[in-house]
């Protein structure tokens, strides 16, 4: 999608409807430095409130995200390629999240490790012991708060392919969590055939 296109479209729209950013922020309950952002190009509108944009600006979503009149002739051809773009997108962005999951992965865990290792380094050097015991403690707050957001986004990046049906599917967080698992792969029940099975992380759902 070129977001630079939908940016003129919508500032084009709201012109149409002899709207200032702020007052389609105000009937939109968000800033006008957002409106900003879209029109510049710098970021799109959130989908939660697409639907009263395009209801304010008398557009389709198509058209929106289209950044242009879509003709009816056109409307299921212009419908089929944005979809296939969004599956796009959100297949790039899941890669970019898996890989900040091992960055986060590997950054905690030298963290953990760096604070164990001074704790020891203290302990030999005959310091008291809740020294010890405090880099310890450290180590492993920050390691249990960075594998929690590693959790979330092992959950919500791609999907899970279920072994016995090939079922593709988001579990919940409370799944992912309490799985056993080798690498990205999940011992989970699936939710549609019911069966459990090392189920592997795939990105796209196709």
């Not at 149409?16 to 970021?43: C, F, Y």
């Not at 704790?119 to 005959?126: A, D, L, Y």
């Not at 992912?176 to 759902?205: D, F, L, N």
């Amino acid at each position: 999608m070129d977001q630079l296109r939908i940016g003129r479209f919508i500032a084009e729209k709201r012109k149409e409807k002899n709207l200032t950013q702020m007052q389609l922020a105000e009937k939109l309950g968000i800033t006008d430095r957002a409106v900003s952002k879209w029109e510049t190009g710098r970021s799109l509108p959130d989908a939660s409130i697409m639907l009263e944009l395009c209801s304010l600006l008398n557009i389709t979503v198509n058209d929106l995200l289209s950044g242009e009149v879509v003709s009816m002739e056109n409307h299921d051809e212009r419908t089929e390629k944005l979809l296939l773009e969004m599956i796009k997108e959100k297949e790039k962005a899941d890669k970019r999240l898996l890989s900040v999951e091992i960055v986060i992965g590997v950054l905690s865990s030298i963290f953990l490790f760096a604070m164990i290792a001074v704790g020891i380094v203290f302990m030999k050097m005959e310091k008291p012991m809740w020294i010890f015991f405090l880099f310890i403690g450290i180590g492993f707050m920050q390691f249990m708060v960075c594998m929690s957001f590693a959790l979330r986004i092992e959950q919500v990046a791609g999907y899970y392919e279920c072994k016995k049906c090939g079922h593709k599917y988001v579990p919940t967080y409370k799944s992912v969590t309490a799985a056993m698992h080798v690498g990205r792969s999940r011992y989970m029940k699936c939710p549609k055939c019911g069966e459990r099975s090392w189920q592997k992380k795939v990105i796209s759902k196709n």
